[in-house]
Nanobody, 121 residues
């Protein structure tokens, strides 16, 4: 069974930094794109960033030049370095992976359970 487990959320003051990690575990044949989404209270889940297997990245305009995504393909892990955090970055952050598990070989989207990021002003 494939699982995505996030870590690294917490409470930080505006202007501070946090680093999120997400590890994919289980019987995985291949991982394609990985990324981060977030959902603030009363709002829809939105894309933060994605990164392909080859390292091509994409960012939401609201986080460009402040957030940086990276991944370690050998460890099936994706990271999100968040700098100069703002109160509007407060949300639950979800890890996402487009992958193919060995058990079914059916490519699909998988989600982590989410980690809370709270930025105080």
């Amino acid at each position: 069974q494939v699982q995505l487990v996030e870590s690294g959320g917490g409470l930080v003051q505006a202007g501070g930094s946090l680093r999120l990690s997400c590890a994919a575990s289980g019987s995985i044949f291949s991982i394609y794109a990985m990324g981060w989404y977030r959902q603030a209270p009363g709002k829809q889940r939105e894309l933060v960033t994605t990164i392909t297997h080859d390292g091509v990245t994409n960012y939401a305009d609201s986080v460009k030049d402040r957030f940086a995504v990276s991944r370690n393909n050998a460890w099936n892990t994706v990271y999100l370095q968040m700098n100069n955090l703002k109160p509007e970055d407060t949300a639950v952050y979800y890890c996402n992976a487009d992958l193919r598990p060995r058990t079914t070989m059916q490519r699909g989207n998988y989600w982590g359970q989410g980690t809370q990021v709270t930025v105080s002003s």
